[in-house]
């Protein structure tokens, strides 16, 4: 098996609280494989010392055999990936991705990168409501699949932990074209000890699930919020139920997970859960805003998220919400600049032949306000916080208005003429002073006509330099300050001296040129019709 475990949030030893490892998450989420890829992301969250790690290895080994029919292999062999331990002390600590995600290609061709995260268990004797809630909060919002981890049943308290984050999402909504906060949300009940009322596996599951999720008139107003919310924040809720997996699991001192020890209706179990929640056809893209997003992007909503739980406080949902209308400007940002680098790209990218600049700026302008609509059409969550909206819009003119002065870099070194305008510029200006020196000698004044040799040497040694840098791509510098001097006697001598004195000429003798070629054809022509 290839990868690690890749501790992404973890916790400070001077402070206590939980910081994010910047350089570890672009480890794994700015992989050139998959970069520019949308991304399913399945975590498993829930109380600790309840089995997430081990499960997550399964998953693993899942992904690992390419989802191949006998993906369990040898009964002996033990089960590694994500670090775990028996016992009731727990083992995983803040949030861990594993290192090398996978690739996963769907019927229509299209390949989606598979993250699985593991997280720090909630409501340990060691941390506190707050690092609790950071973890949950920040798996909630990340995961495009969560798996909540239960054990025995699905009990009030643990619909109660989702509240704040239900309610939050709520709010995140409104005005959002009735579009789901959250993708997938399932429940996965372990050690289900009732199959003699609803049996295991999914449709059992579903069958608990509708009726704890059931409104009824005697339920407190509280729960009867919680099972709304829950509807309408997650778009898709499910829930599977696991046998046990047998006592040698958890009573065996040097159990590592070799199938030979879990009991075989547990295994039975495996082989329909796992790829139920992660065959090609299952796989849910993470979206912002109601968009898939790509891994660079996932990387920035890391970001955002860490940032609204900086202070000491617990963040009210309102500050929640603020962080939704954040992650869903800045996913819009980088649809509107996706937008408009495309269309460039086909405009003037790559082989594309030069375009004229003014043509080149009116596009710009047509292309700016199109990316500028996307922006504004995929940011559904941020309508609601106006200032948020203006300032992602604001960053996002700023950073077109960059990709157009590299575009338009692009476009000019595509310009025949301007890159042949330095050694054109310096071959006028040694001309000029040749004639100059053939005129003065003539009169006899051989003081001006030595300045002017003096001044065509200066001027041949000057182009022959900018040959030998273009040529050899040595003494760069020195080509540098050639092109601007030549920039230079261009637009402030030798442009102005042409639109004077020639433009005007050489327009109209083209004109009568191609005046006397017309009548020249259309004369042929009728003698040939004669």
Not at 36 to 59: E, Q, T
Not at 145 to 163: F, G, H, P, S, W
Not at 181 to 193: A, C, E, M, N, T
Not at 440 to 465: E, H, Q
């Amino acid at each position: 098996m290839d990868g690690y475990p890749v501790p992404v949030l973890v916790q400070s030893e001077e402070t206590g609280n939980f910081e994010l490892d910047e350089e570890a998450l672009e480890e794994v989420l700015l992989n050139p494989r998959i970069a520019d890829k949308y991304v399913c992301v399945l975590a498993v969250a829930g109380a600790f010392r309840k089995g997430k790690s081990f499960l997550l290895d399964f998953l693993l080994r899942y992904m690992s055999s390419q989802q191949s029919q006998d993906w369990l292999g040898d009964v002996h062999q033990p089960l590694k990936g994500f670090k775990w331990r028996q016992g009731s002390r727990r083992e995983t600590t803040g949030v861990l991705l594993w290192s090398e995600p996978f690739l996963i290609k769907r019927r229509s061709g299209e390949e989606i990168a598979v993250i699985l995260m593991d997280t720090q268990g909630t409501f340990d004797i060691q941390s506190s409501m707050k690092d609790s809630t950071t973890v949950f909060a920040l798996t909630t919002m990340v995961a495009s699949v969560l798996v909540y981890n239960l054990m025995n049943n699905i009990q009030e308290d643990d619909l109660m932990n989702l509240q704040l984050f239900t309610s939050y999402g709520m709010m995140a909504q409104e005005d959002c074209d009735n579009t789901h906060p959250f993708q997938r949300l399932h429940f996965l009940v372990r050690d289900w000890g009732f199959p003699y009322e609803i049996p295991y596996g999914h449709q059992g599951g579903q069958q608990l699930l509708d009726d704890i999720l059931q409104i009824t008139e005697k339920q407190h107003p509280a729960h009867q919020e919680v099972r709304r919310d829950l509807r309408k924040c997650f778009r898709d809720i499910n829930c599977y139920l696991m046998p046990h997996p047998g006592f040698k699991v958890i009573q065996k001192k040097d159990f590592d997970g070799r199938l030979i020890d879990i009991e075989e209706e547990f295994v039975k179990h495996l082989l329909l859960l796992v790829p139920r929640l992660l065959a090609p056809e299952n796989l849910v893209k993470k979206e912002i805003g109601g968009q898939p997003i790509k891994a660079r992007d996932l990387l920035k909503f890391f970001t955002l998220f860490m940032e609204v739980f900086k202070d000491n406080d617990l963040p009210e949902p309102t500050t929640l919400v603020e962080f939704a209308a954040q992650a869903s400007s800045q996913a819009a940002l980088e649809a509107g600049k996706e937008c408009y680098a495309e269309a460039m790209e086909a405009l003037v990218g790559g082989d594309r032949p030069f375009l004229k600049t003014a043509q080149m700026e009116a596009e710009h302008t047509k292309l700016k306000e199109k990316a500028i609509q996307t922006y504004l059409e995929k940011n559904k969550y941020g309508r609601k916080n106006q200032s948020v909206v203006e300032k992602y819009q604001l960053m996002l003119e700023e950073e077109i208005e960059k990709m157009y002065t590299k575009y338009s870099l692009q476009n000019e070194a595509k310009n025949v003429f301007k890159a042949a305008r330095t050694p054109a510029t310096l071959f006028c200006v040694l001309m000029f002073f040749y004639l100059m020196s053939g005129i003065f000698g003539l009169f006899g004044m051989y003081s001006f006509a030595n300045v002017c040799n003096l001044g065509m040497g200066v001027f041949l040694i000057m182009l022959t330099v900018w040959a030998y840098v273009r040529y050899s791509g040595e003494y760069r510098d020195a080509g540098v300050y050639i092109d601007e001097l030549a920039t230079f006697l261009w637009e402030n001598v030798i442009h102005p001296i042409y639109q004077t004195y020639m433009e005007k000429h050489l327009k109209e003798v083209a004109e009568q040129a191609a005046q006397q070629a017309l009548s020249s054809t259309l004369a042929n022509g009728k003698v040939k019709s004669t």
